[in-house]
């Protein structure tokens, strides 16, 4: 009989203050954007990076790490190592992200130390995943996916500490050399390998589609894979091929990713185009945009581009992947923990219902209207319409947190 | 002791919280029998390896055959194939479901 993935799950009290933090930390992001203007969005401008970190810790991998506590012995079919681990890392994330985005604004001394601290919650994730993959005895792609896309993220948060130490003053490292192995890491290496992999599980799941071969995510996550490897070395070799090639296989690799994900949404059962697969299709849609953009940069080197889409890529891909599958993975854990007890013993509610309609539905349309503008005003730098535009996001992700809470305050 | 129809009926009050329908009318109940002595046995699927339910569902399936006069034991064997697909559904859940 096939090993029961559930019985290993951990409970929802542990995984709670991931969805409500990054939730929280997804709002200050927003607020944060009123404080960027067309002076001050440049590459490395403290802005930009406290509010790269602000998004891609606070909200991007807090989100994640809580979505893998509950997701990776289902995926594993093995327990955890140590699932109580997990009590430690929401913590430490929460408060070396708020040391880092201070660090990056306005206190330079403090980038180590939040530099440390988000390391050490890292690590300690990090050190749980293999324990438990250790315990695998097969690895399929899936399982694959995770365990490269952490050998990234302990590449990356490596080239990160390094990075805030020359940031502050301690050591003194080429740091343009860092930042780009640092982020194709953390962004190509970890958040992308993580959401190809997870996505393939989840998408065909929600959407009840079946008959569709694996082979184009092996293929994609193998070139993704070599992508970053090719950026990295050209970062150290200062070999433009290398970088170009990295790029290319990287831009590849999200094509064909794409390629998959339009076959899995075409062969489902479930058409209807709800909540979640709202949220899909913006992202898949904003990773297109971003890729366009990318392409663009590289061929006529405006930096605004790079910018746009680097936005793209977060606030519209990442930001509307993780939101949408918010949607169906916090009901289930509410109603796991709530509602499975009660069955065969009194009525109790679908997971559809515990959706709140109207917050959910505002989020996506004021977030999607936002992330259009804000990509909009990035690119002609024009002040008045980032605010716009955050103004928008500003509403979307107060609805986001709301929907937050009602799912999880669900009774 | 029970018919194979008779233990489709009692399974058909396990409802997958996902998708609001029951688990015979999503095709995923393969087979069902029942000996002389009270021993049930359930051949099933479910529409995903990731399930994260694995364990609820074949449970709600126990207790709902439990819940039948004189059985005293359930055996549920959950198989990978034939792999489930949408066209094991009944007709109203594949209409339903694909509506937009």
């Known amino acids: 009989m096939f090993s029961i993935s559930q019985d290993f799950a951990p409970p929802f009290k542990l995984i709670s203050p991931f969805f409500i933090i990054g939730s929280i930390f997804y709002l200050f992001s927003v607020l944060f954007l009123f404080f960027i203007t067309g002076e001050n969005i440049t590459m490395l401008s403290g802005a930009v990076l406290g509010f790269v970190h602000l998004f891609l810790l606070g909200f991007v991998m807090m989100i994640i790490f809580g979505a893998m506590a509950q997701l990776v012995p289902v995926v594993l079919e093995v327990g955890h190592f140590g699932v109580e681990l997990f009590y430690a890392i929401w913590p430490l994330l929460m408060i070396g992200t708020l040391l880092m985005v201070l660090g990056f604004v306005s206190y330079p001394m403090l980038l180590p130390f939040g530099g440390v601290t988000v390391l050490i919650a890292i690590m300690i994730f990090i050190v749980e995943i293999f324990l438990t993959i250790k315990k695998v005895l097969k690895l399929n792609i899936i399982m694959s996916s995770v365990l490269i896309a952490n050998i990234f993220l302990l590449i990356g948060i490596i080239f990160g500490l390094l990075m805030a130490l020359s940031y502050a003053g301690i050591i003194n490292l080429n740091i343009s050399a860092l930042l780009r192995s640092h982020v194709f890491s953390v962004i190509g290496g970890y958040v992308t390998i993580t959401l190809m992999g997870l996505s393939i599980v989840l998408l065909p799941m929600f959407g009840l589609s079946h008959g569709f071969s694996l082979k184009p995510l092996k293929i994609a996550i193998g070139m993704m894979s070599a992508a970053v490897l090719f950026v990295i070395l050209s970062s150290f070799t200062n070999s433009v091929l290398f970088e170009y090639f990295g790029y290319l296989l990287a831009t590849a690799a999200l094509l064909i990713y794409f390629y998959l994900v339009q076959i899995i949404y075409k062969t489902r059962a479930r058409k209807e185009i709800d909540i979640y697969a709202k949220s899909l299709i913006i992202a898949y849609f904003s990773m297109l945009a971003s890729l366009a953009l990318a392409t663009l940069y590289l061929i006529v080197g405006y930096e605004p581009l790079l910018l746009g889409a680097g936005w793209l890529m977060f606030f519209g891909f990442f930001g509307f992947a993780i939101t949408g599958h918010i949607y169906k993975i916090v009901p289930f854990l509410v109603w796991f923990e709530r509602f499975s007890p009660l069955v065969g013993k009194q009525k109790v509610p679908m997971l559809a219902d515990m959706l709140p309609k109207k917050s959910s539905s505002a989020q996506v349309l004021f977030c999607g209207v936002g992330v259009v503008v804000v990509a909009v005003a990035i690119l002609l730098k024009d002040d008045m319409l980032i605010k716009a535009g955050a103004s928008f996001l500003l509403i979307g992700a107060a609805a986001f947190v709301r929907s937050i809470f009602y799912m999880i305050n669900y009774k | ?100």
């Open chain 2, 1 to 100: 002791m029970y018919s194979k129809e008779e233990l489709f009926l009692a399974i058909s009050t396990v409802i997958d919280p996902e998708v609001g329908f029951n688990l015979v009318e999503m095709g995923l109940i393969y087979d069902a029998s029942c000996d002389d002595d009270g021993k049930v046995y359930v051949k099933m699927t479910l529409s995903t390896k990731a399930c994260p339910m694995h364990q609820l569902i074949q449970q709600w399936v126990k207790e709902a055959v439990l819940k039948m006069a004189n059985i005293k034991e359930v055996e549920i064997d959950l198989v990978w194939e034939p792999e489930w697909n949408i066209t094991m559904a009944d007709e109203h859940v594949k209409k339903a479901l694909n509506r937009s």
